[in-house]
């Protein structure tokens, strides 16, 4: 069973700090990772992805993917109360679907 | 506009009444697939499909059939809904999924259902 796994959270942050979400995954073949974001209510909303280990940088989100480690991250800089959300993390491997975790809520106070 | 549009954003049925939700992406993707969202359970997949006439059961097809006979449309159909049925569904498209090629999915605005 591939499996990707996520603290539920909430992760809680004060406003301009940094949040740091992990996500693990099982299946060594997986070779894209995804970050969305989802408001309560709302439909998945696409991040960032990345598919080389190491940082991938987009504004104030970092992605940062370890394969050896079987784990990828999401950083959000500067932390602001509009980022208070799930966020998803996903896998695939090529010809496969999309393996969602089940998502870290991020609160972030102002 | 890219999208992926749903229809009905919102519908509360009664059990045993068949329904259909309807999905349509223009973006001319390969790959279809239907997710639902339950407290704690995360997106949970239903069936997907990699192009027209092909479709397969994901992680929880029981009580849903879906079909694809158009590239752009991918409709989920309850034939007798139950209570259990009732929670948030998505639709999603992405590319053909192939290579090393990242193919995000884009999601539709979701359904939510009650069935009482």
């Known amino acids: 069973q591939k499996e990707v796994e996520q603290n539920s959270g909430p992760l809680s942050v004060p406003e301009g700090a940094i949040a740091s979400l992990n996500c693990t995954y099982s299946?060594?073949?997986?070779?894209?990772f995804f970050w969305y974001r989802q408001y309560s209510g709302k439909s998945p909303e696409l991040i960032m992805f990345?598919?080389?280990?190491g940082d991938k940088e987009d504004g104030r989100f970092t992605a940062q993917l370890n394969k050896a480690s079987q784990y990828v991250s999401l950083l959000i800089r500067d932390s602001q109360p509009s980022d208070s959300a799930t966020y998803l993390c996903?896998?695939?491997?090529?010809?496969?679907?999309?393996?969602f975790g089940k998502g870290t809520t991020l609160s972030v106070s102002s | 506009e890219a999208q992926v549009t749903q229809n009905p954003r919102y519908l509360i049925t009664v059990t045993g009444k068949k329904l259909t939700v309807t999905c349509s992406q223009n973006?001319?993707?390969?790959?279809m697939s239907w997710y639902r969202q339950d407290p704690g359970l995360g997106l949970r997949q239903i069936y997907y499909?990699?192009?027209?006439?092909?479709?397969d059961k994901g992680d929880v097809p029981e009580g849903y059939k879906v079909s694809r006979k158009e590239k752009r449309n991918f409709p989920l159909i309850l034939e007798s809904p139950s209570p259990n049925q009732t929670s948030l569904y998505f639709c999603?498209?992405?590319?053909?999924?192939?290579?090393?090629?990242?193919?995000?999915?884009?999601f539709g605005q979701g359904t939510r259902l009650t069935v009482v």
């Open positions: 999603a498209s992405s590319w053909r999924i192939s290579g090393t090629v990242p193919s995000p999915a884009f």
């Open positions: 299946d060594r073949g997986s070779q894209s």
């Open positions: 990345i598919y080389s280990n």
């Open positions: 996903a896998v695939n491997q090529a010809g496969t679907a999309l393996i």
């Open positions: 973006m001319n993707h390969e790959y």
């Open positions: 499909s990699m192009n027209v006439e092909v479709t």
